[in-house]
């Protein structure tokens, strides 16, 4: 007959030396535990992380135990989803077998191929967006291409622009011309004006 608690006891103690700063036992009847996981490091530094709360059944490992994930960092839904997924076929895989540094090493794994799929996304949105950049530095270089019928309509209203500057300048000067006084009329305004002339040939 199976010691199930023999067996739970031996497996706990192996994932302790295993996992010294991650493992945290919870509660001892049922034996539950934390295991968190980290992934390696990806670009800039960054991990992904997840902590997994296991509770041994009776018969475990005739039974699969129980799992959860009870906290994670940079994962978003569907990679939890994913995780849950990979712990119940590990579970199944290897049921009748001390299984938790399994499932604690397929997640581990996981955690390390989603890291690499943020910096691959990561890689294929800056190439978009270079692509994007060129794209639009094409555009302004590009233009717009000359054609007869685009050429005479630019050159239509040039020349509408042209005739409406000559227009205003020819309008402006006559007004100045307008406003200029002669000099008779300028010593009409000022009688001074005469002898200011003398006076100053005096000084």
Do not use: C
Request: charged share 35%.
């Amino acid at each position: 007959m199976t010691d199930y608690s023999e067996e739970q006891r031996n497996e706990l103690e192996a994932l302790e030396s295993i996992y010294p700063d991650s493992f945290t036992v919870l509660s001892e009847k049922p034996t539950t535990f934390t295991i968190t996981v980290t992934s390696e490091a990806g670009e800039n530094d960054e991990t992904v992380q997840t902590t997994l709360k296991f509770t041994y059944r009776e018969k475990y490992p005739d039974e699969t135990p129980l799992y959860e994930i009870v906290s994670q960092e940079n994962l978003d839904d569907n990679d939890v989803t994913d995780i849950i997924k990979l712990l119940e076929q590990q579970a199944e895989e290897n049921l009748g077998m001390a299984m938790i540094f399994t499932l604690v090493s397929a997640v581990q794994e996981k955690l390390n191929e989603i890291v690499d799929q943020i910096k691959t996304r990561r890689e294929e949105e800056k190439k978009q967006k270079e692509r994007e950049a060129e794209e639009e530095e094409k555009q302004r270089f590009h233009g717009t291409p000359v054609t007869i019928e685009n050429f005479l309509n630019w050159k239509a209203k040039f020349d509408a622009e042209l005739l409406e500057i000559k227009r205003k300048k020819m309008k402006e000067e006559e007004q100045a011309g307008k406003n200029k006084l002669s000099g008779k009329q300028l010593f009409e305004m000022d009688h001074n004006l005469d002898t200011s002339d003398i006076q100053f040939l005096e000084e």
